[in-house]
Structure formats: structure tokens, C-alpha cells
């Protein structure tokens, strides 16, 4: 049934999902005073245009410009993200979810808000790291969800932190078979050590192996000369920082970038 509900999201087996990453918003550190609304809506719906038109099968909308991030966000974060996100998914003709980083109460609230099909996020898990100590509680998370009316949106989870270290010393197959049996999660994410870098393919073939009907998601890290291999066990990739202009994350998409990233990964979609 998991796989069965991950295909009908995103109209394939294994999609494509191409990031919206908002520039830096108010309230943030790097948020830039000449940066309107009307600019973060203009760029955001430039890039959301390259990736319908180089055949992206959705998009994922994500605050990526806050950092450093918070794990429970301000007010102003949420009502600058439902604005401008609400915005560019009027023209959207893919599937679209978003994510609230690191913050799962608010990116539950933001997907009930635009209408989203999915979110991005951590349900579970204490980490500590570059972003200092974060802790989720899936039964104050999923209840929430509950509370709001949002348990349509499909939740996607990762179990293993960007840029720190988790204080469950389990294997994180171990941490996925709880979570199967105990939360309502519709697939994982599994990336690397941070943005832009990949897990390592036999990190992925090992959790695809032992739960062969659960949808596994590649988070970051996906690129023209890698995406051969990890596609092998993905059931789809989330793919950001290599298909940005010079493959900056903080830059717009690269039309040419990202046809290229298409070309290279269809033949295994």
C-alpha cells in the first residue's frame, strides 16, 4: 500500500522532485532588506517554470536561505512562506510539498495552508550538531496533524541528521522498522552529510533490501554522474544544489543543469 500511495502523489514509480528554495526570509539572518515579496515570489516562479518545462514530475517547496536553522520557527516565518509559496503553487501544474526546515509542526501548518501533497521533515529523533540539540516527538507531531486536519498530506522522514549526530545509536534500519510499525509515515529520505553531498549507494541498497515496499526517497546529493547508481535503490530524488546556477544552493535553477539532470536520470525512472 505505501508504494501504491507514493505513485499516486507523484504520477510514477520514481519522481523526479526538483527544490524551490526561497531566498532568506525576514526575520532570518541572512534575509536581505532589498529582498520583497514580490522578488522571492518572481524568482521562486522563474524556477518553478524550468522545472515544468524540462519535465520535473514535482517540486518541493523549502526555506533553505534560514539558515542558520531553527527547530520551532517564528510567526513571521510562517506567514512569509504560506505568502509567497501560496503564490507560485497558483501556476504549478505538478504535484508540490514543502518543508519547514527543521521544524515539523510548521511545516504540517504550511501544507495544510497551500493545499500541499507532501512534506519533507523530521518526525522522530534527537540529533545534535551545527544547528545545536533538536528533539522531535512524533506523538505531539502526528497529533497535531491529527488536530489540524491534515492527515492527508503524506509525511516523508528522515531518521539520520545534516550536519550532526543522532543519540539513537541504533542502526537506522532498526529506527525505520519501529517507525513502520508505530507512525503514520508514508516513505524516508535518506541524504548525506549535509546539502549537496549523496549517501553512499550500499547505505541506500541496504534499506531498500530490507524493507523492499516502503518508499525510499534520495534527499540530496543527486547528480548527472551519480544518479545512475543511486536510482538503482531510490525511489525518487529530491535534487537541489546540482541543477543551481555554478551548482550553488543559494542561486536559481540552471535551465541547462537541469535538463541535463532530467536526461541523465530518465533512463531509470
Known sequence: MMMEQHEKIFGTKKPLIGCLHMAALPGSYYAAP?????DQIRRLKEDAKILMEEGFDACVFANEGDRPYLSQVGP????????????VAADLTIPYGCGVLIDPIATLAVAKAIDAKYVRTYVTGTYNGLFGWQTFNPGEIFRYQKQIGAEHVRVYTYFEPHAGTSMDKRLVEEQIDGALMNLPIAGVLIGGSRAGLPPKAAALGSVKSRFPD????????????????????????????????????????????????????????
Do not use: C, H
Open 214 to 269: 516502503m518508499p525510499l526517497i534520495l534527499g540530496s546529493g543527486g547528480r548527472v554522474d551519480n544518479i545512475k547508481e543511486l536510482l538503482e535503490f531510490a525511489d525518487g530524488v529530491i535534487i537541489g544544489t546540482s541543477i543551481k546556477k555554478d551548482g550553488i544552493l543559494w542561486n536559481q535553477i540552471d535551465p541547462v543543469r537541469a535538463a541535463a539532470f532530467v536526461k541523465a536520470a530518465r533512463e531509470f525512472t
Open 34 to 38: 532589498s529582498m520583497t515579496y514580490r
Open 76 to 87: 513571521e516565518t510562517i506567514a512569509s512562506y504560506v505568502r509567497i509559496a501560496a503564490e
